[in-house]
């Protein structure tokens, strides 16, 4: 059925794979839903700007990985995400464990976000 992720199926691929203990309402799958959306925008701000809030993407990255899982949260950031994001995404990524080095492959990682992990 998910053979192919689309806009059109993500909030059901994505509601199939949401994972939330303490779930109380409808609120909060929307506001994790939101959070693809919170790390583009903090992507596009360090290209556009050079800031980087790492803490601030890992902090999102380790809620969305949580609630949907590894596989489903990398096929909706695949969706979400375009190619420049990527370079900035992918050591992120590997920093947290949720992918290994093998992975993209054909993704350059930016050096400074590179850098910026290692002194955390």
Same mark, same amino acid.
């Given at each position: 059925?998910?053979n192919?992720?689309t806009?059109?199926n993500l909030f059901l691929?994505a509601?199939k794979h /949401?994972?939330?203990?303490?779930?109380?309402?409808?609120?909060?799958?929307?506001?994790?839903?939101?959070r693809?959306?919170?790390i583009k925008?903090?992507?596009?701000? /360090?290209?556009?700007?050079g800031?980087?809030s790492?803490?601030?993407i890992i902090?999102h990255l380790?809620?969305?990985?949580n609630?949907?899982?590894i596989?489903?949260?990398?096929?909706i950031?695949e969706?979400?995400?375009n190619?420049?994001?990527?370079?900035?995404?992918?050591?992120?990524l590997?920093?947290?464990?949720?992918?290994?080095?093998?992975?993209y492959?054909?993704?350059?990682?930016?050096?400074k976000v590179v850098?910026?992990?290692r002194?955390i």
């Amino acid at each position: 059925m998910f053979n192919e992720l689309t806009e059109e199926n993500l909030f059901l691929f994505a509601a199939k794979h /949401y994972y939330n203990p303490v779930m109380g309402d409808i609120e909060e799958f929307y506001e994790d839903m939101n959070r693809f959306k919170y790390i583009k925008r903090l992507i596009n701000k /360090y290209l556009e700007t050079g800031t980087l809030s790492e803490r601030l993407i890992i902090n999102h990255l380790i809620t969305v990985y949580n609630v949907f899982g590894i596989d489903p949260a990398n096929r909706i950031l695949e969706l979400k995400l375009n190619d420049a994001h990527w370079s900035v995404l992918k050591p992120f990524l590997i920093f947290l464990k949720y992918i290994d080095n093998h992975k993209y492959v054909d993704v350059k990682m930016d050096k400074k976000v590179v850098e910026v992990l290692r002194t955390i």
